[in-house]
Nanobody, 124 residues
């Protein structure tokens, strides 16, 4: 399918970890860049992390730097977002997005395919 599908969200206490997965058939072609974004109630969609089509380049947002990392397994059509040392302010719906590109993209408008999102809730 062309639409990414996210999984792995849930509720965790502050300081805990979660790993989100993004699955999409087009990822195995190694021609699609992938990004993770999040949106909390009443706030704009925020860039979290992105990875190039081949997986050699990554970028994470300033608010999650040092805590989150992104990786991909093209053979299994999956991109991962590892989230460590979670904080209550990380609570949001997390979205996976993809687009045919060999570069990294960190703006929502640059992506062509979006998942439905997965809820992450961090309690204090």
């Amino acid at each position: 399918q062309m639409q990414p599908v996210e999984s792995g969200g849930g509720q965790v206490q502050a300081g805990g970890s979660l790993r989100l997965s993004c699955a999409a058939s087009e990822l195995s072609a190694s021609r699609y860049a992938v990004g993770w974004f999040r949106q909390a109630p009443g706030k704009e969609r925020e860039f979290v992390a992105a990875i190039s089509a081949g997986g050699t380049s990554t970028k994470v947002g300033d608010s999650v730097k040092g805590r989150f990392s992104i990786s991909r397994d093209n053979a299994n059509n999956t991109v991962f977002l590892q989230m460590n040392n979670l904080k209550p302010e990380d609570t949001a719906i997390y979205y996976c997005a993809s687009r045919p590109s060999m570069m990294i993209h960190n703006w929502p408008s640059e992506y062509t395919h979006w998942g439905q999102g997965t809820q992450v809730t961090v309690s204090s």
